[in-house]
């Protein structure tokens, strides 16, 4: 018997409808730009993908939500929640040690907050057999290789081009503003992933 709640799939799918991105969104050209990396807890400028200005999409919740204070992790959880039944509250206590890559700069707050949606979505309920967990695995082999083949990387470090683990780093990103101007770019690239896994289902 399915764990899903009843009309599951109905409201997936109205759900993913509305809030898929324009197309101007879709053909935003990417630019270069100088971003300073990483080097033995330091960092040194390098040209790196570029990313779209601060002028970020917003048409994403998740991305309205970590605009407004949300760590990127619970931005993500927290919108998708509702599809599962699982309170917002509840939500973002679950997802609020993820950000920055769980402080250390390591998996992107946003793409760990996006597991936990695969796992509300694809997952049992049960915990003991591996094979009950072989379509939730399927679904994040997916989204991270989907994710890496946009943005080369799923690490913190990596994508915003500095260790924010490191007070050097740290500082380097608020002055720069990665937070604001690079990071929802992440966020909304996991919503467009986890919108298409969920509305093909």
């Excluded at 764990?3 to 630019?31: C, I, L, M, Q, Y």
């Excluded at 309170?87 to 402080?103: C, E, T, Y």
């Excluded at 390591?106 to 379509?135: H, I, N």
């Amino acid at each position: 018997m399915s764990d899903k709640p009843s009309g599951f799939k109905e409201k997936s799918r109205h759900f993913v409808g509305t809030f898929w991105r324009s197309d101007k969104w879709r053909n935003t050209r990417e630019r270069r730009e100088k971003r300073p990396s990483c080097s033995g807890g330091g960092c040194k400028e390098q040209s790196n993908r570029g990313v779209e200005n601060s002028r970020m999409s917003t048409d994403f919740d998740a991305v309205k939500r970590f605009l407004e204070g949300n760590a990127c992790s619970q931005a993500v959880l927290s919108h998708y929640c509702q599809l599962f039944d699982l309170d917002q509250r509840s939500a973002l206590k679950i997802a609020s040690g993820f950000g920055a890559g769980m402080q250390m700069g390591k998996t992107c707050g946003a793409v760990t907050g996006a597991y936990m949606v695969l796992g509300l979505k694809f997952g049992t309920g049960e915990g003991s057999a591996s094979e009950g967990r072989q379509e939730v695995y399927r679904a994040v082999v997916e989204l991270t290789r989907k994710f890496e083949q946009k943005n080369g990387s799923t690490d913190c470090r990596d994508l915003l081009g500095c260790d924010i683990s490191t007070a050097e780093g740290s500082q380097i990103a608020k002055e720069q503003k990665l937070f604001t101007t690079v990071c929802p770019r992440f966020v909304r690239d996991v919503s467009e992933l986890l919108d298409e896994i969920i509305a093909r289902d």
